[in-house]
């Protein structure tokens, strides 16, 4: 793409180029709303504005802590956070990165990035560690977290909490098997690792218990698995079973990633058609990709959302906290492995 123009960007908002000369040079007639979504959009587009204040002044030079664990994580997680870091941008804020091991160990502290008199908000993520978790949420800043440790309660939260809704969007996936005959669905997934996953079997059960169908529960895994050994867990557990399921409802794409993987090495134990459905609808797994029913999360926008909750936190710093759902689509698709 070429040099971005005041024609592009107006174009982008459905606005006129008068509209966005307009707000270039602070003249009148134009909403501080609209205002600042062609100061956000120009800035997102790479378009220089000379001598323009920020957008929000009182937030410029601001810092804020992005916690993470995995910084290697999936896409999944990498799209967040660089939605993220553009939005906290276009207000001129600093954006410290803060890596945060995934499991607590005897005698760890938070880094020193963290201590209230260095940043003045942070936003958390991938962090599922119950220990790690509290001590973040002790922290005396603004803060937006995005999930919870299952056993965290969310009125104990001190801060603001997404969710990605879990529970009615299961449900939906689940009934969508029921209604193509399936009965016999088992579940794959981590209950104990994060909150979303709780909603989501909570989901699955609620659906076969409003069709009267008793849940199997030779073919529900869903302990605590190593974050390290997903692989070896799911492979172990599908070892043992003599019989597969109809179809199996997994937490995450990331499962089906696993499961197709056990049987492209286990040709013989697949049988007979076995419906898949995951969640997340990322593109990261080829094996993977458009080929199984999913709840798709548009990372992007959620990424945005975080960083503008916690600009809004910084300016409100005594409004209520808030738990904001956040609703996947449903992407419904053939979902049948078979042998290749």
């Keep these: 793409m070429g040099k971005v123009t005041m024609q592009d960007i107006a174009d982008s908002l459905d606005i006129s180029r008068v509209t966005v000369w307009k707000v270039f040079n602070n003249q009148k007639g134009v909403s501080q709303s609209l205002k600042d979504q062609v100061i956000s959009k120009a800035r997102e587009m790479g378009y220089i504005i000379e001598n323009y204040p920020s957008n929000n002044s009182s937030l410029a030079n601001k810092n804020i802590a992005l916690v993470v664990s995995r910084p290697d994580s999936s896409t999944f997680w990498t799209s967040i956070i660089h939605s993220i870091a553009k939005e906290l941008s276009c207000n001129d804020i600093n954006m ?37 978790y509290e001590m973040l949420n002790s922290l005396k800043v603004p803060k937006v977290f995005l999930d919870i440790t299952s056993d965290f309660e969310l009125e104990n939260v001190t801060g603001d909490v997404f969710l990605i809704e879990g529970l009615r969007t299961e449900y939906s996936i689940v009934n969508s098997l029921i209604n193509k005959g399936i009965s ?12 979303t996953n709780l909603d989501r079997f909570n989901g699955y059960k609620a659906c076969l218990q409003d069709h009267s169908i008793m849940i199997p ?41 696993f499961i197709i993987n056990y049987f ?57 906290t808030e738990n904001i759902y956040i609703n996947p689509e449903i992407l419904y698709r053939e979902s049948i492995l078979t042998k290749y």
């Excluded at 073919?219 to 997903?230: E, Q």
């Excluded at 597969?244 to 990331?254: R, T």
């Excluded at 909750?309 to 209520?320: D, E, G, I, M, W």
């Design 184 to 195: 016999n669905i088992g579940f794959l997934g981590d209950i104990e690792y994060a909150k």
């Design 96 to 132: 410290l990165y803060t890596y945060i091991p995934s499991e607590y160990s005897n005698g760890y502290n938070l880094p020193n990035t963290l201590n209230p008199s260095n940043i003045d908000g942070c936003i958390i993520i991938n962090i599922y560690d119950s220990k790690i």
């Design 217 to 257: 529960s030779k073919y529900v895994h869903s302990g605590k698995i190593g974050i390290n050994s997903y692989y070896e867990e799911l492979s172990a557990y599908l070892d043992s079973l003599d019989l597969l399921p109809e179809a199996f409802v997994c937490v995450s794409d990331y499962i089906i990633h």
């Design 264 to 320: 492209n090495e286990h040709e013989t134990k697949l049988k007979k058609p076995l419906y898949l459905t995951g969640f997340d609808g990322t593109d990261e797994y080829a094996n993977v990709d458009r080929r199984f029913t999913t709840a798709y999360v548009n990372t992007e926008m959620l990424g945005k959302r975080l960083a503008m909750q916690l600009k809004y936190r910084l300016t409100h710093p005594n409004a209520p």
